[in-house]
T-cell receptor, first 109, second 113 residues
């Protein structure tokens, strides 16, 4: 069993829909990252959070430490949001990231 | 700032050849990470440095892989000898502190024939 599990693996949505991607982890962590990888391959850090909720534009990330669960929400989705979204847990106080397999999101116009 | 710089962006080589990948972290960042991404295994941490010192290299697949960070602005990942199963995209990332937000380079796509 992977230490970091994401769901769903693939997600297709219509433009404007509200999207949720889930991440569960079984290890003790100090923080959790949400990353975005575009079809061109570049990886961008969206959020790093260790508690509560963070918001940036149409993106919202939440984490529940007790339940070992995090969610990434996209409001009013747009085709340009199409990408692979990856959650990564930070093990302990060190920097080593444990990655989920990613969720491939496709937003249709 | 130019961000994390990696070179080359693409590398095609033949099995048995030595491959050297290069990374320049963001100026002022103290931590540097090397990752590998394949379709089968996704993203994997290979090794990371803090203040130029290797902290954890348990992700390095085998002795054919080695990494160095001679100074704060440069790191190399070397594969010698290379094998077809090493074909992957190799990413370098840097962060201000060890557990901080990481900034990724564009990656080096390696193909070993």
């Amino acid at each position: 069993k992977n230490e970091v599990e994401q769901s769903p693996q693939n997600l297709t949505a219509q433009e404007g829909e509200f999207i949720t991607i889930n991440c569960s982890y079984s290890v003790g962590i100090s923080a959790l990252h949400w990353l975005q990888q575009h079809p061109g391959g570049g990886i961008v850090s969206l959020f790093m959070l260790s508690s509560g909720k963070k918001k940036h534009g149409r993106l919202i990330a939440t984490i529940n430490i007790q339940e070992k669960h995090s969610s990434l929400h996209i409001t009013a989705s747009h085709p340009r949001d199409s990408a692979v979204y990856i959650c990564a847990a930070v093990g302990g106080s060190q920097g080593n990231l444990i990655f989920g397999k990613g969720t491939k999101l496709s937003v249709k116009p | 700032d130019a961000g994390v710089i990696q070179s080359p962006r693409h590398e095609v080589t033949e099995m048995g050849q030595e491959v050297t990948l290069r990374c320049k972290p963001i100026s002022g960042h103290n931590s540097l990470f090397w990752y590998r991404q394949t379709m089968m295994r996704g993203l994997e941490l290979l090794i990371y440095f803090n203040n130029n010192v290797p902290i954890d290299d348990s992700g390095m697949p085998e002795d054919r892989f080695s990494a160095k960070m001679p100074n704060a602005s440069f790191s190399t990942l070397k594969i010698q000898p290379s094998e077809p199963r090493d074909s992957a995209v190799y990413f370098c990332a840097s962060s201000l502190v060890l557990s901080g937000e990481q900034f990724f380079g564009p990656g080096t796509r390696l193909t070993v024939l």
